[in-house]
C-alpha cells in the first residue's frame, strides 16, 4: 500500500469538527531506576505536563499501586484521567479492579475513563466477543464512569473489533504508529493519518445512528528521540519525533480528534523489547521529556 497516496483522501475522510482536539500523554508509573511514582512524583510530572495537557493514561491501575497515588495528585493538579485494567490473565484483571474500587468512589470526576485491555485484540489474548464481556463486567462495576478500550488501528479497521462497537462501547483508543510500520519520516504523517481514517470510517460504518455516541481518540501515537533504535526505514531521533509532532499530532488535533501522546517521560528502567520482525528495540526514549522532566524539542502546533 502506498500511503503518501492515500492523503488526499484521508483529509476528505475527516468530519467537520467545532473545536480543536486535545493533546494528552501516556503516562508511565515508575521513576528513572524503576522505583514506583509516589502522589509527589506525579504532582511533579503534572507541573510540567500542564503546559500542553490537563489528562493523561495509564495502563493497569495495581502497578506500583499507581491508582491510589495518581488520583489524589490529579485532583490536585486539575488532572483528568484514563485508568487501566490489564485482563489478559484473572491475577491481574482481579488486582486492578480491586486498586480502582478503592481509588474511584468519590472521585468519579477526575475519572475520564477506564480502558480494559491495551492492544488485547492485536495480540490475540481475546476475541471480540470474549473483550466486549470484560468491558461489559468492568462498566458493571463502574456504571458512573465510561469503560471502554485501546487496540491498533488495524483492529479496528478490519472487523475484529466489531463486537464492541456492536455492543454499544462508547470509548474507543485507536493505537497508530507509523514508525512501527517502517515508514520514513516524510511518509509518516500521511500513514498515521490513513491508519485513524481506516479505523474511523470503519467504526462510524458499524456503529451506524449510534457513531456520535462513541468517543474515539488516538490512544498512542509517537516517534522515539535521540538513543532509540530504528525500525526498517523508521530513523529514530529527536528531529524526527519533532516532525512527526508537528506534522501529524498537530493535524490530528486540528481536526478535532484527541490525541494521547506515547508518551511523556523516558522510562530508562525499560528492558529493550522483541519486535514483530525478532530484533531487540530500545523502547527508553519515546518521551517528549525526558526522565528527569527536561524537555526535548519545542512544542507547538
Not at 510500520?181 to 481506516?198: E, K, L, P, R
Not at 445512528?209 to 462513541?214: L, R
Request: charged fraction near 20%; charge should be neutral; hydrophobic fraction near 40%.
Amino acid at each position: 500500500m502506498r500511503f503518501s497516496t492515500l492523503l488526499p483522501l484521508a483529509l476528505a475522510a475527516v468530519p467537520a469538527v467545532s473545536a480543536v482536539g486535545k493533546l494528552g500523554f501516556a503516562l508511565g508509573v515508575k521513576n528513572a531506576d524503576g522505583s514506583c511514582k509516589s502522589q509527589a512524583d506525579f504532582e511533579k510530572d503534572f507541573d510540567v505536563l500542564k503546559a500542553h495537557a490537563d489528562i493523561v493514561r495509564t495502563y493497569a491501575a495495581a502497578d506500583c499501586n499507581n491508582a491510589e497515588a495518581i488520583v489524589p495528585a490529579a485532583k490536585k493538579k486539575g488532572f483528568k484521567l484514563v485508568l487501566g485494567i490489564w485482563p489478559d490473565v484473572p491475577e491481574s484483571f482481579d488486582a486492578d479492579t480491586k486498586a480502582l474500587q478503592k481509588a474511584i468512589p468519590g472521585n468519579e470526576n477526575v475519572i475520564t475513563a477506564i480502558t480494559v485491555g491495551s492492544e488485547t485484540l492485536y495480540r490475540g489474548n481475546f476475541t471480540g466477543q470474549e473483550l466486549l464481556q470484560k468491558i461489559n463486567q468492568v462498566q458493571k462495576m463502574f456504571p458512573k464512569v465510561t469503560v471502554g478500550t485501546a487496540d491498533s488501528w488495524n483492529k479496528y479497521a478490519d472487523g475484529t473489533a466489531d463486537p464492541l462497537i456492536a455492543g454499544g462501547v462508547k470509548f474507543l483508543l485507536v493505537n497508530a504508529f507509523a514508525y512501527w510500520q517502517g515508514q520514513d519520516i516524510n511518509n509518516a504523517t500521511a500513514t498515521y493519518i490513513d491508519d485513524m481514517m481506516q479505523a474511523i470510517t470503519h467504526i462510524q460504518k458499524i456503529a451506524g445512528s449510534n457513531a456520535d455516541k462513541i468517543k474515539i481518540a488516538t490512544g498512542e501515537t509517537g516517534w522515539p528521540t535521540d538513543g532509540g533504535s530504528d525500525f526498517g526505514a523508521a530513523k529514530a531521533g529527536t528531529a524526527n519525533a519533532k516532525k512527526f509532532h508537528d506534522t501529524g499530532v498537530c493535524a490530528m488535533l486540528k481536526w478535532g480528534v484527541d490525541v494521547f501522546y506515547f508518551e511523556a517521560f523516558d522510562e530508562p528502567w525499560k528492558p529493550k523489547s522483541i519486535g514483530d520482525n525478532g530484533k531487540a528495540a530500545d523502547e527508553t526514549h519515546w518521551g517528549m521529556y525526558t526522565a528527569d522532566r527536561q524537555p526535548k524539542f519545542k512544542v507547538e502546533c
